[in-house]
């Protein structure tokens, strides 16, 4: 990596605070090159490891949801020798989040300048970018990107764009390298993990779009910039989806540790009207109103409250809504999301959603909610992916911080809000992508 | 070295042969599958254990390296 001095006037100069991710729209390749500055090599031994040593201390992690720290997952990859494959997963199943296709469709090249650092990096001659199909805009945002790039040739591998199935759990990575290995966008067992023997049996790093931008942001600029915003352990900026009862709605991207109330202000929460709010989306768990206050973005603070920042998906739940019906919902949702490969998950699941959903109709009998919190202690852990700790992350926390409405549902069989209109965001059954392939 | 017991669920079909053989470590859910207690198994009792996975029609039990404490 060069030593690039920055400055405000000259073209390339490290952005100063925010926008870092989400500038203006560069109209072609030359706009954002003119605004970012070229695209660092990566060619030699040492400049490799520069490279992987700066990501390293930049304290990134993974921002698909897991924060897996970066650094460490490219020198995994790197490590197990040449003719790696790099895929930018851009899939994001979650229906709440939309900073993955917002990035891929205002900041294509900033993706790919990443995708295509990470691969020098660890050696690989190839690269995924992973759209969810669905999404018309990104799809064409990193098509229209990949041509214009092929026209300059300024990149010297091969880059494709591949279009996945809208599915919950198609962009687990596993799932990702069975697709592109032709077959079903499903999880695989593991081990092996993608980083021992993924796409084609090589050694693959899977890394979310977003990650791969910051990457590109750290290569250009150095890490003392990267980490001139946010604490020193969990520095610089991250996109956050804000929906719910808020007036604007959308993606933000704010400085790590940045206060929650004020990335839901600026989003137009009232805060008089917060009765909880749903973090990390249906992977994440309900955080009960009284703990916003205190809350920073950042992986500690979330945890802290026994929450998780996971994706960057804040969800404000309204008054006046039923957050068992709401919850209900959300069940039955990532039960029909099982790929139908593991016992735990087909049975359990459908049992925990049909449980929850009788509570929430007010029509269970009595001991249903005893039976829930039974099979979401025994469907922990069980599957090949994590689908179904999403099933009880999500629940076990709706039934604490709903613990008065879930007990009135049961046992009283009554509802303190019936007959409102949904408020979590779910894809639409009559037009939903059901398919695999 | 010590051992433990993983299923690979996709492979699992529910026979519950490992719960019958090697019931001090595995209980079944309420569908028919393995609910396996984690952790080390005791030298003692590794001569059950092997024959549980051994017993194991979907070839979904095995024994591992322990990676935990």
Redesign the interface.
Known sequence: MSARAPSRDQTGAAPVGLPRLLAPSPRDLDEHLARYGPVPLVRSRSERAALIEAVERSTLRGRGGAGFPTGRKLRAVAERGRHAMVVANGAEGEPASHKDAVLLTRAPHLVIDGAVIAARAVRADEVFVIVDRENRAAHDAVTTALAQRVTSSIDDLSIRVVGVPSRYVAGEESALVNFLNGGPAKPLAIPPRPFERGVRGRPTLVQNVETLAQIALIARYGVDWFQSIGPLDESGSMLVTVSGAVRQPGVYEFALGTSVIDVLTTAGADRATVVALLAGGYFGSWLPARAVPGLTLTRQSFADVGGALGCGMLSVFPDGVCGVVESARVARYLAEETAGQCGPCVHGLTAIADAVHAIADRRALPGALHDVRRWLGDVAQRGACHLPDAAVTFLTSALTVFADEFELHERHRKCAHPRVAPVLPLPDPSTRDWSWR | MSQQLT????????HGICAELFPERIRL?????P?VQSGAIPSEMLAHARRAVVACPALALALTKFEGR
């Open positions: 299923v690979d669920f996709i492979k699992c079909d529910g859910d309420d569908w028919g599958y609910i």
